[in-house]
């Protein structure tokens, strides 16, 4: 019988597998072992006639609990396995309705099995990547293929086919069965939601990142580093030097590597390497392990890997490293940088004994299927933690940080103002149900301003306003203007004033537009300073015209200011910084200004 008491027909079922139909079988057939004993009270003597009943009453709900789970695990197979299209949706439905019935542990539980036993056949994988490299590509035109060559295309197909499907994972079938279910894509949150739960900060562990990690790991770090791109192992060297910081948050679901100390086949021989295995295999002095795919390096990157079967006499624990979810870069510093320049290239780097600052330079995320949640803030909290005890002089936690949004937005602002200006001069009717253009129109630039960029952008670039020269020097190629200290000098004000009105007042459902900006100030971060020409890459002068900001972090003001700014939307920022928009509210007519915010 079924949970509703029906009488299923098995036969109904034969997508299940036998391993599946075994294990249904047997945990509802299987006496509990509990049942078998009788406990002995504190006296020594036996149990009451009470007591045994409610022994018993225990043990068939612990009978019960593992007949439930087990079907809902016998149901998900059958979702992921069935090929009849006539019986997935009520397979489906059983299979939902039977998970939504499990308890938390439960559910984790079921999870780690659709994760582990239906994830992609690595073994398979390998076996047909080494059978589709033995093949021998045809060498025929096309047309004018021989029956032997027809053959050998056949099998090349029918391998490829087959490599196609082995990487898919079986639990991908679920997932999309679910999605076009009905009901199913509500069901797919309940799942999701279920994962995330998993990845509370509780759950993982904060690992320093160091040149003696493993080559696997440091890869990582090189890979995903998502701000300031790593240009060799000289760079990566020193941000994980003398003066600096790395750490990141492992999961210990996710596979890692073991530095062990092992014996290669060769009693006499034995060297300290990096064990690439999944978490959950023993380690432990004295095992013994026996592999057919083992990478094992010296833990510098480029060194060689061996792909052969080896036995390892393990002569000490494992230290376990695995992949970072997210990692953050520190720069223990004198002052607040104020320029990328001097982070990244600080030589010598200041005495760690002398440093008053700890300055978070680059923040990166290495699972897209994170995104929404915010792993940084509990990192950022926990490595101020960690820093406050190791160097109890550091005084200041500050960020020196990119602004990837500014220049697509001042940008868009300078072509649609200048349009509206160019129109109003020319008296041209720009209306829309009677409404003149100049009612949309902004003074982006001061008038001094308009007619500095003007005068001093001659030989650069022209325009029939200062918002159309502007657009045009800060698109031109190579970023020319960067290159003139006439141009500098003129571009510097308003920039700096707009880009403190982009992350102070322009807003998306009443918080930052911008997104590095909304991150840290929902962290509880306030915004200090705006610094020029802190970043002349490509890629800094493209997103932000070079300038860079301080977020900086005030332990006794960081809850405050996060619910603040979740309740309100009131963003902390330094007088200065102010200064730069109290200006122009100061100048500009109520009109506009309501208009602005609106």
Not at 543 to 566: L, P, T
């Amino acid at each position: 019988k079924n949970k509703f008491g029906e009488f299923v027909n098995f036969e109904a079922y034969e997508i299940m597998n036998r391993k599946g139909l075994a294990i249904l079988m047997r945990s509802r057939m299987m006496p509990s072992e509990l049942s078998n004993k009788l406990p002995i009270n504190i006296s020594g003597t036996m149990p009451t006639s009470e007591n045994n009943q409610l022994n018993q009453n225990s043990s068939s709900s612990m009978q019960n609990h593992e007949r439930e789970l087990e079907g809902v695990r016998a149901s998900m197979n059958s979702a992921i396995l069935t090929s009849k299209t006539d019986i997935i949706d009520s397979v489906l439905n059983d299979f939902s309705e039977g998970y939504v019935t499990l308890s938390f542990e439960d559910r984790k539980q079921l999870l780690l099995v659709l994760a582990r036993e239906y994830d992609v056949n690595r073994t398979l994988v390998r076996e047909l990547i080494q059978q589709y490299l033995g093949l021998e590509p045809p060498s025929g035109e096309k047309g004018h293929v021989s029956g032997l060559e027809e053959s050998l295309l056949t099998a090349f197909y029918r391998t490829e086919r087959s490599l196609r499907r082995a990487l898919q994972p079986k639990y991908e079938i679920l997932f999309e069965r679910l999605n076009t279910h009905p009901g199913g894509l509500k069901f797919l949150s309940i799942l999701r939601a279920d994962l995330l739960s998993v990845l509370v900060p509780a759950a993982l562990e904060l690992h320093q990142i160091t040149w003696g990690d493993p080559a696997s790991l440091l890869e990582k770090i090189v890979a995903y580093e998502a701000v300031h791109p790593i240009s060799n192992l000289i760079d990566l060297k020193r941000r994980l030097g003398i003066g600096r910081r790395c750490f990141g948050y492992l999961h210990p679901a996710i596979p890692g590597s073991y530095l062990l100390t092992v014996e290669l086949n060769n009693p006499s021989k034995s060297l300290c390497v990096w064990l690439s295995i999944r978490q959950g295999d023993t380690i432990a002095e004295g095992t013994v392990i026996l592999s057919t795919s083992v990478s094992v390096s010296t833990g510098a990157i480029g060194t060689t890997f061996f792909r052969r079967s080896y036995t390892f006499n393990c002569f000490g624990a494992g230290v376990l490293t695995g992949e970072p979810l997210i990692f953050i870069e520190v720069a223990l510093l004198k002052g607040v940088a104020q320029t990328i320049q001097e982070v990244l290239w600080d030589d010598p780097p200041t005495l760690e004994s002398e440093a008053t600052c700890a300055l978070f330079y680059s923040i990166s995320s290495t699972q897209s299927g994170l995104a929404g949640i915010n792993l940084g803030k509990f990192l950022i909290k926990r490595v101020i933690e960690l820093v406050k005890r190791d160097m109890p002089q550091i005084s200041t936690f500050a960020t020196l940080s990119p602004i990837p949004g500014y220049m697509q937005w001042l940008l868009s602002k300078l072509g649609s103002q200048s349009k509206l200006a160019e129109a109003d001069t020319e008296d041209t009717p720009h209306s829309l149900d009677g409404i003149s253009g100049s009612t949309f129109r902004e003074n982006i630039l001061q008038p001094e301003e308009e007619m500095a960029l003007v005068d001093s952008s001659v030989e650069f670039a022209s325009g029939k306003n200062g918002m159309e020269v502007m657009w045009k020097l800060l698109t031109s190629k190579d970023y020319e203007w960067t290159s003139s200290d006439r141009l500098l000098s003129v571009l510097h004000a308003p920039l700096l004033r707009l880009c403190a009105r982009y992350l102070l007042e322009e807003k998306k459902r009443g918080k930052a537009l911008d997104v590095v900006a909304n991150f840290h100030l929902q962290n509880g971060a306030m915004i200090e300073r705006l610094n020029w020409m802190a970043d002349r890459s490509v890629k800094g002068l493209c997103q932000s015209g070079g300038i860079m900001v301080n977020y900086v972090y005030r332990m006794d003001k960081i809850e405050e200011n996060a619910q603040s700014y979740f309740s309100e939307g009131h963003i902390q920022a330094s007088r200065d910084l102010r200064r730069y928009v109290e200006v122009i509210q100061m100048k500009e007519p109520p009109a506009e200004r309501v208009a602005r915010e609106d």
